[in-house]
């Protein structure tokens, strides 16, 4: 038995936007697979997951400023000197 197809408002529920947000996400070229279904544009559940894993946004790793430099921490007793 085939999947079932989502709708517009499924997939823009799922995604907690506007179904005006999905349907510009679906024009782009390489935007969300949709599927035109007689009037009706439907997605596939496989699709949308690809879509979300392919747009996952990463943090970017902390970088020291000066690599292979130990970053200065303050003991209590140190004799602070100003230049």
């Known amino acids: 038995m085939a999947e079932k197809m989502l709708s517009?408002?499924?997939?823009?529920?799922?995604?907690?936007?506007?179904?005006?947000?999905?349907?510009?996400l679906a024009s782009k070229k390489d935007g969300l697979k949709s599927y035109k279904v007689g009037r009706?544009?439907?997605?596939?559940?496989?699709?949308?997951?690809a879509y979300l894993a392919a747009n996952e946004v990463v943090p970017p790793e902390r970088q020291e400023a000066f690599p292979g430099m130990a970053r200065f921490a303050y003991k209590p007793g140190m004799k602070v000197v100003s230049i």
């Open 40 to 49: 009706l544009i439907r997605f596939k559940r496989a699709d949308v997951e």
């Open 8 to 24: 517009l408002s499924e997939v823009a529920e799922q995604f907690g936007v506007s179904v005006k947000t999905i349907h510009r």
